[in-house]
């Protein structure tokens, strides 16, 4: 199975700063069609998990700008640019290329 | 909207069948899966379902023991889940992600506890 590796995983931050999180995986995330199934989701407290980002770098519909992907193969990041008190949550990644689908262990953001 | 039932304490070894009823979205036409989560633990994606049904895929941990399917005609995603195991306890999430992943649907999950 692919293994996806999220850092770091707990991440304090201040209200308005940046934050961002790193995950990589053990193997290229590029499809046989050529997009790259690497996408982001957050869990706030006590609700199901919602995606943010897909295929890297697409931004979900309500989802606000101040959230952003990046990255190609092994290597992506998300970034918030200023973080938002309703940010608090675990955000994961998520590989969609190789079956079985597998997510990253979770990033745990709270606020400073 | 998906919503699912079936959820509850199962003794090891037991079965039990989960019920995702969706709507609001193309259900026929959608793949269909199961996430579950363990009690403070991270996601794990366990089983997929094509749009006919013809074609499922399981993670490890439940092949053999979990079928899942589908009744497009009643817009429902189940999950037969038999012998059951303690580190099956967790709650469980049917997702939808649309056509080629441009889209993002999940129920508010079902828990399931197996203990005796």
Redesign the interface.
């Known amino acids: 199975d692919v293994v996806m590796t999220q850092s770091p995983l707990s991440l304090p931050v201040t209200l308005g700063q940046p934050a961002s999180i790193s995950c990589r995986s053990s193997q290229s995330l590029v499809y046989s069609d050529g997009s790259t199934?690497l996408?982001w989701?957050q869990?706030r407290p006590g609700q199901?998990?919602?995606?943010l980002i897909?295929?890297v770098s697409d931004r979900?519909s309500g989802v606000p700008d101040r959230f952003s992907g990046s990255g190609s193969g092994t290597d992506f990041t998300l970034k918030i640019s200023r973080v938002e008190a309703e940010d608090v949550g675990?955000y994961?990644c998520?590989q969609?290329t190789h079956?079985?689908?597998?997510?990253?262990?979770?990033t745990k953001l709270e606020i400073k | 909207e998906l919503v699912e039932s079936g959820g509850g304490l199962f003794q090891p070894g037991g079965s039990l069948k989960l019920s995702c009823a969706a709507s609001g979205f193309p259900f026929s036409i959608y793949w269909m899966h199961w996430?579950r989560q363990a009690p403070g633990k991270?996601?794990?994606?366990v089983s997929?379902i094509n749009t006919d049904g013809g074609f499922t895929?399981?993670?490890?941990s439940v092949k053999g023991r979990f079928t899942i399917s589908r009744d497009n005609a009643k817009n429902m995603l189940y999950l037969q889940m038999n012998n059951l195991r303690a580190e099956d306890t967790a709650v469980y999430?049917c997702?939808s992600?649309g056509i080629d992943?441009?889209g993002?649907y999940?129920?508010?999950?079902a828990l399931v506890t197996v203990s005796s």
């Open positions: 199934l996408h989701f869990q199901s998990p919602r995606r897909y295929k979900d675990i994961y998520l969609g079956w079985p689908y597998t997510f990253g262990q979770g | 996430v991270g996601l794990v994606w997929r895929g399981y993670a490890d999430y997702a992600f992943w441009n993002d999940w129920g508010q999950g």
